[in-house]
């Protein structure tokens, strides 16, 4: 049974209660992702990072809600005041949305129901949490419009091309997906995947996805539209109290959103690793809820660890990648994979398959080899500079030492 | 009142008002998100109208890409311009008027054509085999040609887009920045590798080997790092030492 036709039959209260349970679990997570990813990043940089409220500083992200709540709401008189308050509010309205297609379990049993912890399946599920992650970035653009001041506009205007250059990679690489499992639902997807999850089928796929998931929400080594050493604090500079924890609440949230759609696509979503399938029985099926948790959590460990290792990219660098590399790379998979689907469907011989796969490899293979000797060696390029002069240091006259001796004279 | 029509009664006033409203904003980045509302709206309806994958794409395309793009111009272009209501070309304003004359005359034509006297097939025979799956049958087989020829339009205005935004590159070739970083790691002395000190600051050499001076001229063995003394790769720093200073003992007396 597809998950559509177990979720179709839900009563009303279920659908209510799941809806109510998915929001407190993305507030829940947020807070506890915040403490996290202070901790982890003081580990990395062999601090001890928050653990003074609460046990191990667990409750310091609500604290600091708390404090900000409790913070004077500054509107600055140049800013544009009803798109200043609306830009918070569709961030944080929109981050939501994204879990509705979403399943976070298998199936499992709800107070003597059979059902799945997924609102509802879309024949297009996977498209509608592109479509609200792209309504979102309105928050952030309108945001450094509406304040009125120059480093958020920047960061606006940053963001606007960072998102629209990204989606395409990003929604080039769900190609690969839907042509493997037929289907742009959620549900399928994951049924999809009983034998092998995607990440192993479609690597290229799942390299893009996750690099382009880092643009889309703003992160580092990516946070160009904040980048607090060049724009202050970029869209959000002139935000303060609750405003600015509404944007800091959607930031997390979406991280968790674009990592359960990761989980989703190329993990196998709730099921079990390989050979750990018995496992999907126990505690009548909410078991699955752990596997799919571990998963976000091991990608929401690699956000944090890539904001701990790398540095930002300078803007036309980001842009390069993007449009340059993987935007072409993704087509060119594309076309790969649409073949060797179409050689399975039509049940072509094994010796086809084999010998179109070696002609791909070969063409990556010899693609790669002319890349590398077309590329300008590193004697030529220290030759097309030249000898360095030795630097000349400017330095102020210094007190000679005549001048030094009349002193000490005196 | 059935779900669907209460949606529709709540949702296509508040299109209408929006649409009418987009007409007689001042700022342009208003305009803009009442026009993206008044597509969110219609995505809304196409859901209702079990046309999903019409309205996510309507969102993703036209709301996500688009307006984007142009909230994108109208930060590039300023955020206090306004419009000028000035006519700078002759009769723009009747030719701009026959234009939508024609061009709506035009598609109710079409629509027309399409629509009038003839039996719809109903949403259950087009949906039969899936609302993605009838559209995808449809574009990529009866209607491919169309479909490929404007993709390729498109191409050719994207390229003419570039070919007209080109700006020509100066005549003098720039080094990168790696060729400069590579080549200030091969200069003769590692004293091309480090930046120039700050400006104002009392310093005839900022190389990572060469000890710094102390107040009275001599060299500091604790400002340089241990791993370049094991390996004794400290330079000589004598030729940078100040010459007559009154000379300060370890203990700091004269």
Redesign the interface.
């Known amino acids: 049974m597809s998950n559509a036709s177990i979720i179709l039959d839900d009563p009303t209260w279920i659908i209510v209660a799941k809806g109510v349970l998915i929001f407190v679990l993305c507030v829940l997570l947020t807070l506890l992702s915040i403490w996290g990813e202070r901790r982890i990043v003081a580990r990395m940089q062999m601090r001890m990072g928050p653990n003074r409220v609460g046990p191990f500083g667990l409750i310091q992200a609500l604290a600091d809600g708390v404090k900000l709540a409790l913070k004077e709401d500054i509107i600055p008189a140049a800013a ?1 005041r009803a ?1 200043f308050v ?1 830009a918070p509010i569709i961030s944080a309205t929109t981050c939501f949305m994204a879990f509705a297609v979403i399943p976070l379990t298998g199936e499992v049993n709800f107070f003597g129901e059979q059902t799945i912890m997924q609102l509802t399946d ?3 599920g996977v ?2 949490v ?2 609200t992650a ?2 979102g ?2 928050g952030i ?2 945001a ?3 304040s ?1 001041s120059t480093y958020p ?1 920047l960061g ?2 940053r963001s ?2 960072q ?2 250059s990204y ?1 395409i990679a990003m ?1 080039l690489s769900f190609v690969g997906v839907f042509i493997y499992a037929g289907s ?1 639902s959620t549900g399928d997807i994951i049924a999809a995947q009983s034998t092998w999850w995607n990440i192993v089928v479609l690597f290229p796929s799942f390299a893009i996805y996750v690099i382009s998931m880092v643009g889309e929400t703003n992160r580092a080594p990516f946070d160009l539209a904040e980048a607090e050493g060049e724009l202050v604090g970029g869209f959000h500079t002139e935000y303060s109290s609750l405003k600015f924890a509404l944007f800091f609440l959607a930031e997390y949230v979406n991280i968790i959103a674009v990592s359960s759609l990761a989980t989703t696509l190329f993990l196998g979503g709730p099921s079990a690793p390989p050979g750990l399938g018995f496992t999907s029985a126990w505690l009548g099926g909410w078991f699955s809820f752990i596997w799919f948790f571990l998963k976000v959590l091991a990608f929401f460990f690699f956000f944090v660890w890539l904001r701990g290792t790398l540095p930002r990219l300078r803007y036309d660098q980001f842009m390069k990648l993007g449009w340059k590399v993987l935007i072409p790379v993704n087509v060119a998979w594309i076309l790969v994979v649409a073949t060797l689907r179409l050689l399975t469907q039509q049940s072509a011989s094994r010796f086809v398959i084999a010998g179109f796969t070696g002609a791909v490899v070969l063409a990556v293979l010899g693609a790669i080899s002319v890349y590398d000797r077309s590329k300008i060696k ?1 004697e030529e ?2 030759n ?8 000349s ?4 006259a ?1 007190p000679t ?2 001048a ?2 009349e002193k ?1 004279g005196n | 009142m059935t779900g669907e029509a209460a949606l529709f009664w709540v949702l296509a006033p508040l299109a209408v008002l929006a649409a009418v409203a987009m007409l007689y904003m001042k ?1 342009a ?2 305009s803009a ?1 009442l026009l ?1 509302w008044v597509m ?1 709206t219609l ?1 809304i309806f196409y859901i209702a109208l079990e046309a ?2 019409l309205g ?2 309507q ?2 395309v036209y ?3 688009v307006m ?2 142009f ?2 111009i ?3 272009v300023g ?1 206090d311009s306004s419009d000028s209501l000035v006519e700078k070309i002759r009769g723009l304003r009747s030719v701009a008027i026959f234009t939508v004359l024609a061009f709506s005359l035009t598609l109710i034509a079409f629509i027309a054509r399409a629509e009038l006297g003839r039996p719809s097939v109903g949403l259950e025979e087009a949906n039969r085999e ?3 799956q009838g559209l995808a049958q449809y574009l990529f087989s009866d209607y491919v040609w169309a479909f490929e020829v404007i993709s390729a339009l498109l191409i050719t205005a994207a390229l003419g887009a570039m070919v007209l935004a080109h700006s020509e590159k100066s005549e003098v070739a720039r ?2 920045q ?3 970083s ?3 790691f ?4 590692i ?2 590798a480090a930046g ?2 700050g ?2 600051v ?5 190389a990572l080997d060469l000890p710094a001076l102390l107040p009275d001229g001599k060299p500091s063995d604790l400002s340089i790092a241990e791993v370049l003394h094991r390996r004794g790769d400290v330079a000589e720093s004598k030729s940078y030492e ?5 000379k300060i003992d370890d203990q700091g007396n004269k």
Do not use: C
Request: charge should be positive; avoid cysteine; charged fraction near 10%.
């Open positions: 544009d798109v609306l879309l024949p297009v498209l509608y592109l479509a792209s309504i970035v309105y653009v309108l450094g419009w509406s009125g506009l606006g205007l606007s091309a998102v629209i989606e929604g742009m590193v390029l220290a097309q500079v030249g000898p360095m002069p030795e630097p240091f400017p330095v102020p210094l030492s005549l030094l001796r000490e | 700022k980045v208003h998100i993206a969110i995505a999903p994958f996510i794409v969102i993703v709301t996500g890409a984007m793009l909230l994108f109208l930060m590039l955020v899936g609302n993605v080094t990168s790696r060729a400069r590579i080549a200030r091969r200069g003769k002395s004293a091309t120039l000190p400006s104002g009392y310093a005839r050499h900022n100040l010459e007559g200073l009154p």
